[in-house]
C-alpha cells in the first residue's frame, strides 16, 4: 500500500463531502505570531511555470494555502467562487485570456477569463472588477471568503496584522493603518523584522491582501495604491452588496460566502493600535496665530499750525 502524501492529507481536509472547501489552516493560527516567529525566506514557490507544474516552498508559506491566487502573470486574479475571480478595475485581465492556477501538490488549472466586469460601470466608484472564468474550477484550487459585511470594522481592524502579496510571489506582513468607506491603508509594522514587510510598487496592483480567522484566509483587499498598500476594503456592506449582484448577473449559480471576523483577530487588532502612534498636532505658525483686534480710529484731530520761528532783523 502506498504511503498517503502530505498533499493527499491536505485535500482531505480540506475538503467536505459536499466539495465544499472548509477550513485548513490551524484554527490557532494568528498571522501577527507567524510573522514574527518566521525563519527563513518569504517565497511561495521553490520552482515556478505557468506552462507546468510547480514546486511550493515547504518553510512557513506553505501554512497558508495561496492557491486561489492566479500567479501567472502580474495582473492576477483572486478567486471568489468556483467561476469568479475579483481584480484591479485599473490593472484587469481581459475576456480571452488565460489565468494559471496550481493547487498544492502542483498541478496546473487553466481556465479562460469569458467577461469582466468593472464595478464603476454599475456605479459604485471602486477598484474592483469580477472576472468570469469559462468553466468552474476544481474544489482543489481555494476560493476565499470575504469578512461579514458591517459598518463598524473603522474601530475594530485598526491595528490588525494582513498577510500581503505581491508580483515576485512573496508573502509580507503589514498593519491596517485606517479605513474609510470601501477602502482602507496599510503601514509597515515597526514591531516586525524588515524582511517581512515590502514597499509596494507598479506591477503590484490587484494583489490580494488577507486576514486569518477561523482557520481560514479571508480576502481584505486587492492593492490599488503602493508603499505600504492601500485598496478596497471587501468587508464594506455596500461594495459586498454591487459584488453580489455582478456575480449573480454572470453566474447565478454562485455567490462568495462570507466569514465572521475572529476574537483572535480583533485582539490582535486592540494590541496593534496600542503600538500605531497618533498623529502629530500641528501648532499654527506664530505669523498665523490670530492677532487682536485694534479699535476702529476715530474721526482725525486739526492738524496744529507749526510754531513759527522769528528772528531778529540783521542777526
Not at 508559506?61 to 495582473?75: E, F, I, M, Q, R
Not at 481584505?220 to 498598500?229: D, F
Request: positive net charge; aromatic residues 6%.
Amino acid at each position: 500500500m502506498r504511503p498517503i502524501t502530505t498533499a493527499l492529507i491536505l485535500c482531505l481536509l480540506s475538503c467536505s463531502g459536499s466539495g465544499r472547501i472548509g477550513a485548513l489552516h490551524d484554527p490557532a493560527l494568528e498571522l501577527h505570531d507567524l510573522a514574527k516567529d518566521a525563519k527563513g525566506p518569504n517565497d511561495l514557490f521553490v520552482s515556478y511555470t505557468a506552462a507546468g507544474p510547480v514546486r511550493w516552498s515547504q518553510e512557513w508559506p506553505w501554512k497558508l494555502d495561496l492557491s486561489g491566487v492566479a500567479w501567472d502573470k502580474n495582473n492576477t486574479a483572486t478567486v471568489i467562487t468556483p467561476r469568479h475571480v475579483v481584480m484591479a478595475a485599473h490593472y484587469i485581465r481581459p475576456a480571452g485570456q488565460d489565468l494559471v492556477f496550481h493547487d498544492r501538490t502542483g498541478r496546473r488549472h487553466a481556465r479562460t477569463v469569458e467577461k469582466v466586469v468593472k464595478l464603476t460601470d454599475r456605479g459604485l466608484r471602486c477598484d474592483v472588477a469580477i472576472g468570469l472564468l469559462d468553466r468552474p474550477l476544481p474544489p482543489e484550487i481555494r476560493r476565499y471568503p470575504l469578512p461579514k459585511a458591517r459598518d463598524d470594522y473603522q474601530s475594530l481592524l485598526v491595528g490588525a496584522t494582513a498577510l500581503v502579496t505581491e508580483q515576485k510571489r512573496k508573502l509580507y506582513f503589514h498593519q491596517i493603518r485606517n479605513m474609510g468607506p470601501n477602502w482602507l491603508h496599510f503601514q509597515f509594522d515597526d514591531r516586525l523584522s524588515p524582511e517581512r514587510r515590502k514597499s509596494l510598487i507598479s506591477g503590484d496592483s490587484g494583489h490580494p491582501s488577507f486576514l486569518l480567522s477561523k482557520g481560514e484566509l479571508l480576502l481584505l483587499e486587492t492593492h490599488t495604491g503602493g508603499g505600504p498598500g492601500s485598496g478596497p476594503f471587501y468587508g464594506e456592506p455596500e461594495l459586498q452588496q454591487k459584488m453580489r449582484e455582478v456575480v449573480s448577473d454572470l453566474d447565478p449559480k454562485y455567490t462568495f460566502r462570507t466569514v465572521e471576523v475572529d476574537q483572535r483577530t480583533l485582539d490582535d487588532a486592540a494590541t496593534g493600535r496600542k503600538s500605531i502612534p497618533a498623529p502629530p498636532v500641528r501648532k499654527p505658525s506664530p505669523q498665523a496665530q490670530p492677532q487682536p483686534r485694534q479699535p476702529a480710529p476715530g474721526p482725525a484731530e486739526p492738524r496744529k499750525p507749526r510754531p513759527r520761528v522769528v528772528r531778529p532783523p540783521n542777526s
